[in-house]
């Protein structure tokens, strides 16, 4: 896969991981395991970018006698989720064109 689409992907993917609460790195990649595998070092290189694009928020907590960092959407990051949404429209649309003589065999 090219590595620019799966980025953006991957980036959408955190996003929607957060869209409904906030969250922190460990949760994060558990709810994304039954989806998508996703290593700690990738996962906090793309929460860095999210953070730097404004498209999500960063507060640390204690727990437990730690201090944990938790993520928050922005509203430019559910706004990054909806293009997303629409832009995917026209990726399946190429893949459906693209197959559709394998379809005629």
């Not at 559910?78 to 064109?97: D, M, P, T």
């Amino acid at each position: 896969m090219d590595i620019q689409l799966k980025r953006g992907l991957l980036d959408v993917c955190v996003l929607a991981a957060i869209k409904n609460e906030d969250s922190y790195g460990y949760k994060i990649i558990k709810d994304m395991k039954p989806y998508i595998e996703l290593s700690e070092s990738t996962l906090y290189t793309i929460l860095k970018r999210l953070e730097s694009a404004g498209m999500m928020t960063v507060r640390t907590a204690e727990h437990d006698g730690r201090l944990r960092k938790y993520y928050r959407i922005t509203e430019t990051g559910r706004k990054r989720i909806e293009e997303f949404k629409l832009e995917w429209k026209e990726v399946i649309s190429v893949y459906q064109f693209v197959i559709k003589e394998d379809n005629h065999e």
